[in-house]
């Protein structure tokens, strides 16, 4: 089997945002201003674009309340939800070799 | 908690090859044929790259056999194989749903 199947993975959440963005959902529906606070540093046109990627993709759905001022929350789908629970190893691994990896690069 | 650990896990398995040479390591130690063998589709100098780079890195031992013709196989330090457990989930997600991103894509 030559397929390692993480080219299909990064098809989706390749790219210095997503994997963040879906990191920070894993807690239910939340709110734009909330994943952008929670994501830190990215622009307020990037994280549009980037939800708008993961919703097209059926990762995420986007919720409007139809309230005036808008309220907007974005929750992961169960195909979201299994994609997230696939990626948090990876990221976990990153996380407690941070700077065991920072020393060798 | 703003960081997901990804960038620092893609730092060391970033690219095409990385991830599917550290999948097929998975066994145990395994000759420089049978990985190129198992990989399929890559040349043999980039192989070598790649193998000498993550052997930098501490994720994979090389060991030369010193025997004529030269026998070297390259084995997951402790190290490497933390990481390549924490890879497979996001593998396996990817071949499970192979068919269905490349509908979405």
């Known amino acids: 089997m030559t397929q390692c199947g993480l080219d299909v993975s990064l098809s989706i959440i390749g790219g210095k945002w997503?994997?963040?963005?879906?990191?920070?959902?894993?807690?239910?529906?939340?709110?734009?201003?909330?994943?952008?606070?929670?994501?830190?540093?990215?622009?307020?046109?990037?994280?549009?674009?980037?939800?708008r990627e993961l919703v097209a993709m059926n990762v995420l759905v986007r919720h409007d309340h139809q309230q005036v001022p808008p309220v907007v929350d974005y929750t992961l789908t169960p195909f979201g939800g299994t994609l997230v629970q696939a990626l948090v190893p990876l990221c976990e691994w990153g996380n407690q070799n941070r700077a065991r990896v920072a020393d060798m690069l």
Request: aromatic fraction near 6%; charge should be positive; glycine fraction near 8%.
């Open 18 to 51: 997503k994997p963040l963005i879906l990191y920070h959902l894993q807690d239910g529906p939340t709110r734009f201003s909330e994943i952008r606070r929670r994501v830190g540093g990215i622009s307020e046109k990037v994280l549009i674009q980037q939800l």
